[in-house]
Each structure stands twice: as C-alpha cells, then as structure tokens.
C-alpha cells in the first residue's frame, strides 16, 4: 500500500516516528517496535512507521541487512493492540489489512536479509511479522504462536500460509485450532525459528549474523532471496481471500467478546454464540419441515 511520506516529515526533514525507533548502524538497519507499555503490540500508525523505515533502506546500497526487535524486556511483540483492532469492522477492514499486507511485501520485497530478534511472546500478529522475516533468532525466553482462537481473531495475514509450508500441515492445524504456542527451543525442533540463545548472548549472536551477512555478495544476497521467494509469492492470492475472510470477522459480537475478554483477563463465552446459531438454525429447520419456507398466498 502506498504510504504519505509527508506524515513523517519534520522540519530537517529527517522523519520522526512515534511507535517504533529506527537506526542505521555499521550497515545495520534497526527497526525497534517501540510500545513496551502494550508488550509492543502494534496498531496502523506502527505498522505505517515499520513501511516507511524499512522501505527508506531501498535508498542506502551500503545497508547489509536489517534487524526487527522489540523495545523493553518483556516481549518481541503480542501482535495487534486490540484496542485499535475493536475499532475495526466491515466496513473499514481494509484499512488495517492492507498495511498488514503492506508491511509483509515490504520485508520479503527487500533486496537484503531481514531478520527478526525475538525475546519474549512473538504471537499472533507479531508471529506473523517473524514468519515474513527471512531468519528468526530467539532469546530462550521466546515464545511462538497463533492465539488468535482463543481471542476471535483470524490469523489468514500470513499464518495460514506460511505455518503449514514451514513445520508441516498437521502442526499448523494444531497451532491455529488449539492455539498451542512453543518456547525458543520447541520453535527450533521444529523448524519455526533458526536458532535459540540464552538472553545475554542475544545481541552478540544477532550481531554475528549480521557480520557474516555483510561479508557476502550483495547482488547474490538479492538475486537469491528473491529465487527463495519465488513459490511462496504464489500465496499471494491466498493472503487477499484470507484478508477478505478476516474483514467479515472484524467488528462482529463474537470477536469483539473474544478481545474484550483478553483485555478483562476473563475466559472468553463463545457458547452463547454457539447457542444463538444454533437457536437460529433451530428455527430455519422447523420452518422447513412444516413448510413454512414458501411465499404468502396472494389474495384474489
């Protein structure tokens, strides 16, 4: 999607972002989701600022690789602030899906590594941030997975069609319906993430990576990432019928109980749902049955 560069704009021209800090170091881009206070959850100006930041990369031929984090000592990132996400509906869905899609292109459309520094919880949405990095390394504190059942929402931004392609068909099924979340060192068993580290070492063996990659032929680095994504980029007629699924969940009773129920610290009530459809269906069926299903008779 196509960002206002003008919204970043100060008067030296330099931008100035509100949610994320960003840094170019030793050919090192550095993009901190920076909203400690919500375990760096993410909302449409986040996801605006992590678009413009790494997109501004593509200027700077002397930039390696770039490097997502998040900000503080409790999390990578817990995906989307369900404070902005309850404002959603389906109406204005696109409004949220199209930056998420946006910032996925973003990071696979790169021309150099991009690799995502895990410590803490990395679910739902900012697991999804991870799957399109190009190399997740993880602090043992880590933590990987889709929540999103037991919250209402629907992770078809990415999910849904990267888990299966990475640990296989059946684990993704049981990640997504059970909401099953794996430490650093399960995600690495099975393929989730890279490599897992003790905490203290987390910086320094990022930093490795990074020399490493610096070392290594530019044009190579380009030319193969994007042969790597080759196949993958087919989803992309997956990832618009997954948004397209996800805007009719947005705004309805059951997911608006789903995340007001994460935001009370309760247990969700998805019976009554259960109970009202099939109340519903309860009454679609007796209709039929005493043919009731049919247009009233004209009066002559």
Same mark, same amino acid.
């Given at each position: &999607?196509?960002?206002?560069?003008?919204?970043?704009?100060?008067?030296?021209?330099?931008?100035?972002?509100?949610d994320?800090?960003?840094?170019?170091?030793?050919?090192?881009?550095?993009?901190?989701?920076?909203?400690?206070?919500v375990?760096?959850?993410?909302?449409?100006?986040?996801?605006?600022?992590?678009?413009?930041?790494l997109?501004?990369?593509?200027?700077?031929?002397?930039?390696?690789?770039? /490097?997502?984090?998040?900000?503080?000592?409790?999390?990578?990132?817990?995906?989307?602030?369900?404070?902005?996400? &309850?404002?959603?509906? #389906?109406?204005?869905a696109?409004?949220?899906?199209?930056?998420?899609?946006?910032?996925?292109m973003t990071? #696979?459309?790169?021309?150099?590594?991009?690799?995502?520094?895990?410590?803490?919880?990395?679910?739902?949405?900012?697991?999804? /941030?991870? @799957?399109?990095?190009?190399? /997740?390394?993880?602090?043992?504190?880590?933590?990987?997975? $889709?929540?999103?059942?037991?919250?209402?929402?629907?992770?078809?931004?990415?999910?849904? $069609?990267?888990?299966?392609r990475?640990?296989g068909? #059946?684990?993704?099924?049981?990640?997504?319906?059970?909401?099953?979340?794996?430490?650093?060192?399960?995600?690495?068993?099975?393929?989730?993430?890279n490599?897992?580290?003790?905490?203290?070492? @987390?910086m +320094? +063996?990022?930093?490795?990576?990074?020399?490493?990659?610096?070392?290594?032929?530019?044009q190579? @680095?380009?030319?193969?990432?994007?042969?790597?994504?080759?196949?993958?980029?087919?989803l992309?007629?997956?990832? $618009?019928?997954?948004m397209?699924? @996800?805007?009719?969940?947005?705004?309805?009773?059951?997911?608006?109980?789903?995340?007001?129920?994460?935001?009370?610290?309760r247990?969700?009530?998805?019976?009554?749902f259960?109970? #009202?459809?099939?109340?519903?269906?309860?009454?679609?069926?007796?209709?039929?049955?005493n043919d009731?299903?049919?247009?009233?008779?004209?009066?002559?």
């Amino acid at each position: &999607m196509a960002i206002n560069n003008d919204t970043f704009a100060s008067h030296d021209d330099k931008p100035e972002y509100k949610d994320i800090l960003f840094e170019v170091k030793d050919q090192i881009a550095w993009v901190t989701i920076n909203r400690p206070e919500v375990m760096n959850a993410f909302r449409e100006q986040t996801l605006d600022e992590m678009i413009h930041a790494l997109s501004s990369t593509r200027s700077d031929p002397m930039i390696a690789c770039a /490097v997502i984090r998040g900000a503080g000592e409790k999390a990578f990132s817990a995906g989307g602030d369900f404070h902005a996400m &309850m404002k959603l509906n #389906r109406a204005n869905a696109h409004m949220w899906n199209d930056r998420m899609l946006g910032l996925a292109m973003t990071i #696979r459309g790169l021309p150099i590594p991009v690799i995502a520094m895990v410590h803490g919880p990395c679910v739902g949405g900012g697991h999804e /941030v991870a @799957l399109w990095c190009d190399l /997740v390394i993880s602090a043992e504190d880590g933590k990987f997975g $889709q929540t999103g059942a037991r919250v209402a929402a629907c992770p078809t931004v990415g999910a849904t $069609q990267y888990i299966p392609r990475i640990v296989g068909e #059946r684990l993704a099924r049981e990640m997504i319906f059970l909401a099953r979340t794996f430490t650093a060192a399960e995600a690495v068993e099975v393929g989730l993430i890279n490599k897992c580290v003790p905490k203290a070492k @987390l910086m +320094e +063996e990022t930093l490795a990576w990074c020399e490493t990659i610096k070392g290594h032929s530019a044009q190579t @680095l380009r030319a193969t990432k994007k042969s790597l994504n080759h196949e993958s980029d087919q989803l992309y007629a997956s990832w $618009q019928h997954g948004m397209e699924l @996800l805007a009719n969940i947005w705004g309805t009773e059951e997911s608006l109980e789903g995340m007001q129920a994460f935001l009370d610290r309760r247990k969700a009530d998805f019976n009554k749902f259960r109970q #009202r459809n099939k109340d519903a269906l309860d009454q679609y069926m007796d209709d039929f049955r005493n043919d009731r299903n049919q247009a009233p008779k004209m009066n002559k």
